[in-house]
């Protein structure tokens, strides 16, 4: 029973880092006004430049900046069309998920003709699992021993990236200038702009940040978790870390338990499909599939507390009218 | 935008036509990227697409999926709501097909079916709509984010009733059994066959999309529901300081939404498919939305935009059997851009307009 929790959790650990890494992308997007709907897309994108890079040149770190840069790029598309043009962000992020879903399978068929996927990574340029000194050691002890060596240790560096991510998020969007400055840009624009702030520089600014992490969230797909990209690799894994990032209340510390609790949800389908619980029966595995969403939707009626976006949030800055 | 005001003509012609030129134009571009002539591929795609009557058919039977989904998206934007649901409505509208059918196609003909299909799409669909209508309308919960966790809990949703309970017995496919005459629309070429739509799917739906975009048009503009619609979606407060129910404005034109999505349903399944099955929406929901975007929510200019995706559709397909090194993703890249230039940078054009079209001011002339 003990062997098989932390069997669940390793892979809940394993499962939730991407969830994470982009729902703390979103977060720093969604704090600062820009509501974005293309974390899917950023991700996609970073997982296919990731993928590419890493087999072409059999260097896991460089596959990883190949991943930050598309991302980040498509990032500032976002930026450019609801900052600058003042455009919809939603439907400015429903167009950056069209156009990665696309150009992915696209260019990947172009370049590596596999059917949209590019091809297993060579030695190095993967991330592998760091195991921690002495884990090898104390396995046997009880307790602590699986906890030690099977849950904390042996996992590759993006994951603990992404959980060290959770206090510097906090540090900074709560005890920095910066912070203090994007989320007032988030609640009320006009009062930054009057301070003498600039409201695009900063939007920007959070959209880099957010393009960095989506990136290293794709990547983590590709070229961490699995040797290579594949077609629709992030299969909605956007979509429910925006899911988490409401269900978070735009909080970074919620929104790791959040991104914990759906990767749970994930790894207890996967270790239950085709077992039967004794008194409920067989669950189906779509119902698992679909809790995320149901219970995100649950929240937003106001029947677990209250989601309250940014008040500022999808709504475009006009510093002055001409 | 109140920059500057500018003739009709600028900003329901020449600024779409800018944004689409900008959209073909960046499509080009990934052309040659992947190596091959842009010049050669455009000419495959309108060849294929309206070359022969087949190519013409299936351009057609594509255009009445995004009629309906691009409606859909329409008449929510005109009472200022963000409708990205269409993909699972039509989903779930497909149960609403595949019942009317499986009950009647042994007993009546398929002008007898057609109504009940048609009420049980529409009303599928909009069953799929109303939870997050009535959540945005009575608790504020964001009407973009709740379709798109319904998007989500449909899918999951239709894979388990059809793998589960719907499938035809002692067959591992998930899907229903196939629908006997009296589930089938009839094809256009079997209508009129001088056509020559030889194997394309188009069929009856097609009519019912385009009544469906007049009843849109009459609904919007000429009746007093229409104007409540409208006046919500230009200014919530002034409507609701007029009198006008929020509650109500939103639920009722978010069920029409979805009913207009549910009801693509009947081109796929009844139309073409003749059986229910996993997936069929495939994204014609999310293209629904560059369809209203192009078209500017107006019905006219949706039949229109629906033409035009229909035709990147089928002259998509036909171009990755001539041209093998672009695949079916290039129509999604397509996508994208017309939905990025068309929809998210669509004000990108218009103060370099504004400053050619405006007459220099006279101080600007005593400057000079």
């Known amino acids: 029973m003990f062997e098989t929790l932390i069997l669940i959790l390793d892979s809940t650990v394993r499962l939730s880092t991407p969830l994470l890494l982009a729902c703390l992308a979103g977060l720093y997007s969604e704090r600062s006004g820009i509501v974005d709907i293309g974390l899917e897309g950023k991700m996609l994108g970073a997982a296919f430049a990731a993928g590419a890079v890493a087999y072409i040149t059999a260097n896991a770190w460089i596959g990883l900046l190949a991943g930050i840069a598309v991302s980040v790029g498509l990032g500032l598309l976002h930026g450019f069309a609801s900052i600058t043009n003042r455009g919809n962000q939603i439907v400015s992020g429903v167009a950056i998920n069209f156009l990665a879903a696309g150009l992915t399978a696209l260019l990947g068929q172009t370049w590596f003709r596999q059917g949209g996927r590019t091809p297993p990574l060579p030695e190095g340029g993967r991330f592998r699992e760091i195991v921690w000194p002495f884990a090898e050691e104390i396995r046997e002890v009880p307790v602590i021993g699986p906890i030690y060596s099977e849950l904390l240790s042996a996992h590759n560096i993006l994951v603990y990236i992404a959980f060290l991510a959770v206090p510097i998020t906090w540090w900074v969007l709560f005890r920095t200038r910066f912070g203090l400055r994007l989320r007032a840009v988030g609640e009320n624009p006009a009062a930054v702009d009057t301070a003498g702030i600039s409201v695009t520089w900063l939007r920007y600014r959070a959209v880099i940040a957010c393009g960095i992490l989506c990136g290293v969230a794709g990547s983590y797909l590709s070229i961490a978790q699995s040797s290579g990209f594949i077609r629709e690799m992030t299969a909605g894994k956007g979509f429910i870390a925006l899911a988490a990032l409401i269900f978070a209340k735009w909080k970074p510390a919620n929104a790791m338990f959040a991104c914990l609790l759906f990767g749970f949800l994930d790894a207890t389908a996967i270790r239950l499909q085709g077992q039967a619980i004794p008194g409920i029966g067989e669950i189906p595995v779509q119902f698992f599939q679909a809790l995320p969403y149901i219970l995100t939707v649950i929240l937003l009626a106001g029947f677990i507390g209250k989601a309250i976006p940014p008040k500022a949030a999808g709504v475009p800055y006009l510093k002055e009218r001409s | ?368």
Request: proline content about 4%; charged content about 10%.
């Open chain 2, 1 to 368: 935008m109140s920059a500057g005001r500018l003739p009709r003509w600028v900003d329901y012609v020449l600024i779409p036509f800018l944004n689409l030129a900008a959209a073909f134009l960046v499509s080009g571009l990934v052309v040659i990227l992947i190596g091959e002539n842009p010049l050669d591929a455009v000419r495959i795609l309108i060849w294929g697409s309206l070359g022969y009557g087949e190519g013409i058919g299936f351009t057609l039977f594509y255009a009445t999926n995004f009629i309906f989904t691009g409606l859909a998206v329409a008449v929510a934007f005109h009472a200022g709501l963000f409708n990205i649901g269409g993909e699972g409505q039509a989903y779930v509208g497909g149960l609403g097909v595949a019942f009317a059918c499986l009950a009647l196609d042994r007993y009546v003909p398929w002008y007898v079916t057609l109504p009940f299909a048609i009420l049980g799409s529409a009303a599928m669909g909009a069953a799929w709509a109303f939870i997050p209508a009535w959540l945005q309308a009575t608790r504020g919960s964001h009407v973009v984010i709740t379709t798109i966790m319904f998007n989500f809990i449909a899918s999951s949703l239709m894979v388990y009733l059809l793998n589960n309970m719907l499938k035809k017995a002692g067959s591992m496919q998930p899907e229903t059994r196939t629908f006997e005459d009296g589930g089938r629309l009839p094809f256009l070429n079997d209508l009129f066959p001088s056509f020559g739509f030889g194997y394309a799917p188009v069929n009856l739906s097609l009519f019912v999309a385009l009544a469906a975009s007049v009843l849109v048009w009459l609904l919007i503009w000429r009746t007093k529901l229409g104007f409540e619609i409208r006046s919500f979606g230009a200014n919530a407060t002034a409507a609701v300081y007029a009198g006008i129910s929020p509650v109500k404005t939103i639920v009722i034109a978010m069920l029409i939404s979805g009913g207009l999505a549910g009801m693509m349903a009947i081109n796929e399944i009844m139309g073409s498919q003749h059986r229910l099955l996993i997936d069929f929406v495939t994204g014609y929901g999310f293209v629904g939305i560059a369809v209203a975007l192009m078209g500017r929510a107006h019905p006219v200019g949706i039949v229109l935009a629906a033409i035009l995706f229909g035709m990147l559709y089928q002259g998509g397909a036909e171009l990755s059997f001539e041209m093998p090194n672009i695949t079916r993703d290039m129509i999604i890249v397509i996508q994208g851009l017309v939905i990025l230039f068309a929809g998210a940078l669509e004000h990108m054009f218009r103060p370099a307009i504004v400053r050619l079209l405006t007459p220099s001011r006279p101080l600007d002339a005593k400057e000079a």
